[in-house]
């Protein structure tokens, strides 16, 4: 890790853990006096939550929760609403000062519907960094929700660990994917420190990475390889190890980008 600017995602079950969520929150506080830094979510359970009370069905393809019209709506609500403003309120109770954004604003991304056939689910891709640099220049916290718009001013739902590499992307950042997992453990329950990309293949070949687990290495691998640089898996419970973030300290499981193969060698 380095002092350039520091893009932190989290899910959306950091919210119904408050506690966490401030010990985190002061932790980024604490970092924000280092570097740059911006705070990406989802809100996956609480769209769950609130679609469940509508009455409506959701479901998920490879991944990605598929918004039909008459849903989307709700998303965004559930998203760039609900959970972004309790974020933003729990950060204000630690005395971080938030500005509460979604991946519209400021054209900080830009997106395009990703198929048809999924909705309103989008693709992100580098943006402009004027509106999040000056944020952080004046000592805000960017929270930055997944909900976005394509440019003919359609509301799109995109994944947040897509959202936040092309965020990352943007500001030419270091990313951290935080979730309720210390990172990636090998067979005998240690954490794995660093893993290149043949590494990934065997954990996945003989049964350690399995699961959700698959999903987060994968998510980090197409990350790393998109920015160019080591992603971290890592828990957001981790907050000493964060506020200690440098090339040789750092919490959880760094990610390898993918090497593309040479497939005309001379």
């Known amino acids: 890790m380095s002092t350039s600017a520091l893009v932190v995602k989290v899910g959306g079950a950091l919210i119904d853990a408050p506690t966490s969520a401030k010990a985190l929150l002061q932790a980024l506080n604490t970092l924000q006096q280092q570097r740059p830094v911006v705070l990406v979510h989802g809100g996956g359970a609480g769209v769950e939550r609130l679609l469940s009370q509508l009455g409506l069905s959701s479901h998920k393809h490879q991944g990605l929760r598929v918004t039909p019209d008459d849903q989307i709506d709700y998303v965004v609500g559930a998203l760039a609403g609900t959970a972004n403003k309790q974020l933003c309120a729990l950060a204000i109770s630690v005395g971080v000062t938030p500005v509460g954004l979604s991946l519209a604003d400021g054209g900080l991304v830009n997106c395009r519907v990703l198929d ?26 960017p929270v930055v929700s997944s909900i976005g718009a394509d440019p003919e001013g359609n509301l799109l739902n995109v994944n947040a660990d ?14 951290l994917l935080l ?10 329950k240690q954490l794995i420190k660093h893993l290149e990309q043949q590494d990934v293949e065997t954990l996945i070949n003989d049964n350690i990475i399995t699961d959700g687990m698959i999903v987060k290495v994968r998510a980090a691998q197409q ?14 419970q981790q907050t000493d ?13 760094l990610i390898a980008p993918v090497v593309a193969r040479n497939t005309h060698e001379t």
């Not at 999924?118 to 000592?139: E, F, M, Y």
């Not at 979730?179 to 005998?188: A, I, K, Q």
Request: charged share 15%; aromatic share 4%; proline share 8%.
């Open 162 to 175: 897509q959202a936040a590499t092309a965020i990352a992307a943007t500001l030419a950042a270091d990313l």
């Open 241 to 253: 190890a964060l506020l200690a973030l440098s090339e040789d300290h750092f919490p959880g499981t």
């Open 179 to 188: 979730s309720d997992v210390p990172g990636v453990l090998d067979g005998n």
């Open 223 to 236: 990350a790393a390889t998109a920015l160019g640089r080591p992603v971290c898996i890592a828990s957001w």
């Open 116 to 141: 048809p056939a999924l909705g309103h689910v989008g693709k992100a891709s580098p943006g402009n960094p004027d509106l999040l640099q000056r944020c952080c220049a004046d000592g805000f916290l």
